[in-house]
């Protein structure tokens, strides 16, 4: 579990944010704008059907600044 959501809700359930803390990849361009319509539409059906517990937004932003950190250092 990622360290960040462990120190602000110890032992909650692992969520689709820190489950291996990669964020869905589109369809690879070229697609039509229908394909990625439908890829999308897919994803926010799925996010919709999961039946995990809900991360308050706070939370999801916390843990978003440091993925987004950890790959603006991988870059440097």
């Known amino acids: 579990m990622s360290k960040v959501i462990e120190k602000i809700a110890p032992g909650r359930p692992v969520s689709p944010l820190t489950a291996g803390d990669e964020l869905p990849t589109p369809p ?19 996010a919709l059907d999961d039946p995990r517990p809900s991360i308050p937004h706070d939370e999801a932003m916390i843990h978003l600044e440091g993925l987004l950190e950890r790959r603006r250092r991988d870059r440097s």
Request: glycine share 0%; charged share 30%.
């Open 28 to 46: 690879v361009p070229p697609c039509t704008p229908e394909e990625y319509d439908e890829w999308f539409h897919a994803k926010v059906q799925e």
